[in-house]
């Protein structure tokens, strides 16, 4: 291979500078930019304009704009972090591709500020269609969520993000269980969930298909849990997705969508036997294939015996175009041969073939269904890629199931956290076509898996506060072991100190704490809202978590000589805040500036008002508070929130470095470089300014005062620069 290599790049040298790519509609290496050194792939295949011309998917004499779409690369789109629907302003659509963003000098700066506030959280590069799922479930901030097929996860951050719509509540009663099948994926969907630092999210790593049921303890007996709201965003062929993943062109058959099938209608049959009466739940595909597509729908409907309907959202999402969902389709072999129905389909062919791929016979009960209710985008209409939306709602139980809970129809408010909901599956690879044929449910009613739950649970095996893997998952055999997670007992006397140390509120929810031990030194104390925390507690037996929860308090080195052993921690601190009342320092705006900059900052450098609050406050964690000041509409208008460690004579902040970036832009500030020795971060101001001479500062003194914790963390494994310790351990 490597021989191979260096022949093409030696071919790719010698040739000359206006050569034209071999690929038709692909333009001109030297002018396009974005093919990245690499020969391009041709962008054809006949069997898929064949097959696509032949079911009439795209409007007559639009064929050729279609296609003309689809050779041309995806444009970089992307989403600021908010809560409010798009587009007003929140989801921005650039006509770059994403190569031509990574690879051009004159965009470098435009592409580090991308990559750094995605990775602070603040904006997500995701693709347009594919923020039309979450939108249309319609969320809000009591609802219980399950993300089936979840990796990598920008769907999952789009569902975190509507519940915390109201800013002010650090626990919406509401939870997001993300699934995913893979197990390394879901350490991807973890990356991505912890950067908006929620605690009503759960990852966990199971089959979507046959995800199991959950339940909860509601005053004092088991009650199965369904979802208010499901995202079914099934794996799929993918050829929606041609304009960025090139692959799809030369790799594309008809098979893929055949052995998929299966599988993509077993994970909607599962999510909605989880769904609450009254819930929404929304079917996606990144596939136009009817195959994929109104084919599941419309067996699903079937079997559902009037337990589901197709909602009409046509006026939910104004300025989408989208064509209406078809009523009729053929099935294509990868070989070209097509059938019309189940009945002509021979024998040889039935494990390839099967009967819900085809339209219901019956023109009455197809009517019935109103397919046209689904949305297929199409990549020419909005410069987008190709998309398949369904949203389904819950009328009554399913056929196979005997009882069923009914949506509690109380406000946000009032409502008491009596309905949890189970956790879900995940996206995965093509399934085996011999696991395809499998029951996409079993006859057992809730009644019975209710009392079998409660038998587990009663069986004396688990210990309290303890949730850990399942006793089948001991093995490593796919993927990581997690620890346990395991609650704060009440009586724990780690608690007291860490309350009395920061005057926390009587409110603040204790039994919420958790940690990844149960044996040793506590190192980290994690947060999770009441309702995760009782998904967590009855169901470990049954559920594979790989994360929950934010970080909250870390230990400090040697932090048994100040009066609390445990440190605020930076992605905890927004959902911490409103519950401490000590140990609390307005800073001004200059103040942030200097903390931000400089690593260790004595007092003298800081506002007069800052040192008059610092002075007289023991050493340890502080929380440094901005406050903007509405008659000043030059200074920033947005409250900051930071953790900081008050040392013998300077204050240092704790907080990740693109959140650092982040928060001086806010400033209007440009960030020019670092010097890692001195631990300063170079602004157009700090530059422009002549500054304190170095030497007045002892290189001791720069780096941490001496026997001080400030010294002794910025030496310590956890501790990188002053900035809190996010990305340094694995995510947990």
Known sequence: MGRRSRGRRLQQQQRPEDAEDGAEGGGKRGEAGWEGGYPEIVKENKLFEHYYQELKIVPEGEWGQFMDALREPLPATLRITGYKRYPEELAWHTNLSRKILRKSPQLEKF??????????????????????????????????????????????????????????????????????????????????????????????????????????????????LFYDRILCDVPCSGDGTMRKNIDVWKKWTTLNSLQLHGLQLRIATRGAEQLAEGGRMVYSTCSLNPIEDEAVIASLLEKSEGALELADVSDELPGLK???????????????????????????????????????????????MHLERCLRILPHHQNTGGFFVAVLVKKSSMPWNKRQPKLQGKSAETRES?????????????????????????????????????????????KDGVCGPPPSKKMKLFG???????????????????????ALAPSFPRMNLLTRTTEGKKRQLYMVSKE???????????????????????????????????????????????????????????????????????????????????????????????????????ALQCPIVLCGWRGKASIRTFVPKNERLHYLRMMGLEVLGEKKKEGVILTNESAASTGQPESEVPEEQRAGEPNSPDAEEANSPDVTAACDPAGVHPPR
């Not at 993000?161 to 390394?184: S, Y």
């Not at 009523?327 to 040889?348: A, E, I, Y």
């Not at 006397?493 to 140390?501: A, D, M, R």
Request: hydrophobic content about 35%; glycine content about 4%; proline content about 8%.
């Open 480 to 502: 990581f072991k997690e620890d346990p997670f395991v609650f704060i007992p009440e009586d724990d006397p780690l608690f007291p100190p860490i309350e009395k140390f920061y």
């Open 532 to 634: 995760l925390r009782n998904v967590l507690l009855n169901n470990s037996e049954k559920m594979k978590v790989i994360n929950t929860g934010i970080k909250v308090w870390c230990r400090n080195n040697s932090g048994e000589e100040f009066d609390c052993a445990f440190r605020l921690a930076q992605e905890g601190i927004y959902t911490l805040y409103p519950f401490i009342n000590s140990r609390i320092i307005t800073v001004s705006m200059e103040d942030v500036k200097i903390l931000l900059t400089q690593e260790n900052p004595f007092f003298r450098k800081l506002s007069s008002e800052t040192y008059s609050q610092a002075k007289d406050l023991a050493k340890g964690s502080v929380v440094l508070k901005y406050e903007p000041d509405s008659a000043n509409p030059d």
């Open 111 to 224: 592409h580090q500020f991308l990559v750094s506030e995605t990775e602070s959280g603040n904006i997500s590069r995701q693709e347009a269609v594919s923020m039309i799922p979450p939108l249309l479930l319609n969320v809000r901030p009591h609802h219980k969520i399950l993300d089936m097929c979840a990796a990598p996860g920008s769907k999952t951050t789009q569902l975190i993000e509507m519940l915390h719509a109201d800013m002010n509540v650090p626990f919406p009663e509401g939870f997001v269980i993300a699934n995913d099948v893979d197990n390394k994926r879901c350490y991807l969907l973890v990356h991505q969930a912890k950067r908006l630092s929620s605690p009503c999210i759960m990852v966990v790593n199971h089959d979507a298909s046959s995800i199991p049921r959950l339940q909860i303890d509601v005053d004092g007996r088991k009650e199965i």
């Open 418 to 462: 009596t309905q949890l909901s189970p956790a879900g599956p995940a996206e995965g690879k093509p399934a085996d076509p011999s696991k395809l044929e499998s029951p996409s449910f079993t006859g057992t009613g809730d009644t019975e898996i209710a009392h079998a739950a409660e038998d587990l649970e009663n069986n004396g095996n688990k």
């Open 322 to 368: 989208w064509m209406p969902g078809i009523t009729q389709w053929k099935v294509m072999t990868k070989d070209g041969q097509w059938f019309t129905d189940w009945d002509t389909v021979p024998h040889s062919r039935h494990t390839q073939i099967r009967p819900t791929m085809f339209p219901p016979k019956d023109p009455e009960k197809l009517q019935a």
